[in-house]
């Protein structure tokens, strides 16, 4: 047993958590540059948490420019344990309405514009991603969400695009009709490949503002309904958030899905062809498997 250390890291109109005790920002250097912003540490019902404003204070960062992996190496680094990811998102779903979240299993990735992992040349390393998320966070984030008067639905494909533009109306069509994606964004990937990486439980709770430009009785995104609706979606998000530490506890087992043991298998290169640069810059992400 060890002990829970929940991050959150908070997507479009979530920028802080309410009612931390202790509560302190705090830089936190990473070899992988700058994180969006200060982590925000301090403790919740007995159970340590960060937060983490992905697209910093005041929104400073687009999708495409977010430092993904300097995101996750802090969190990894300061002794995060669980992850929980907290988005806007467009819908292709006629249930899945405006103000409805959706605890994500699946993604599809069309970004292009974004490092992907944090191996490369000098020490190469292939993680499975079949099944991107955490079904014990997932769990957990579906009944705080519920007991906090969330409309959720449990299970969806994320597309993710790279933005930040959105979809066009043939793109929005193809993602649903076609592809039989759930909701659409722009921040999970590869943030969710990424976590994985660090051997991270990660959950993505996706929360719709809209349906995109599929539906022909909404029309083109409006971006300022979405920003109605991501204001009441914030404090819906923040309920949430508020729940997980009594169901998550103190106290913290394996994973029984393996996500804590994702590079037990996964490196390739030998270690004497390994790159001490690279080798350095991993210390916090794989330090459990290069010893």
């Known amino acids: 047993m060890r002990k829970t250390k929940i991050g959150v890291i908070g997507g479009s109109g979530v920028y802080d958590i309410e009612g931390l005790k202790n509560a302190h920002w705090q830089d936190v250097d990473s070899p992988w540059g700058t994180p969006s912003d200060q982590l925000l540490s301090g403790s ?22 977010v430092p993904y992996r300097a ?17 806007a998102c467009g819908s ?42 955490c079904p014990r966070l997932g769990t957990a984030c579906l009944t705080a969400g519920r007991a906090a008067g969330i409309n959720m639905h449990d299970g ?50 996706a929360m719709i503002t809209d349906y995109d430009s599929w539906h022909p009785d909404h029309g083109e995104v409006d971006v300022t309904q979405i920003i109605a609706t991501l204001m009441g979606n914030a ?33 390739i290169t030998q270690p004497d062809h390994r790159d001490p640069e690279l080798m350095g810059k991993l210390d916090a992400v794989a330090g459990r498997v290069l010893g």
């Open 44 to 65: 919740l019902d007995g159970v340590e948490m960060v937060f983490l404003p992905r697209h910093g204070r005041g929104h400073t960062h687009s999708p495409s420019t």
């Open 71 to 87: 995101n996750i190496d802090a969190l990894k680094r300061v002794g995060v344990t669980d992850v929980i990811s907290v988005s």
């Open 92 to 133: 292709f779903r006629e249930e899945m309405a405006p103000g409805d979240f959706v605890v994500v299993d699946q993604f599809i990735d069309r970004t292009f514009a974004r490092e992907k992992s944090f191996f490369g040349s000098g020490c190469v390393a292939h993680v499975s991603v079949a099944h991107p998320t």
């Open 156 to 205: 969806g494909t994320y597309l993710a695009m790279e933005g930040p533009q959105f979809s066009t109306l043939a793109e929005s069509k193809m993602y649903r009709e076609v592809w039989g994606a759930d909701v659409i964004g722009m921040t999970n990937m590869p943030e969710a490949k990424l976590a994985r990486e660090a051997e991270l439980c990660y959950a993505s709770v």
């Open 235 to 267: 404090d819906k998000a923040r309920g949430l958030v508020a729940g997980l530490p009594s169901l998550l506890g103190a106290d913290r087992a394996d994973c029984p899905d393996g996500c804590d043991k994702a590079l037990e298998f996964a490196i």
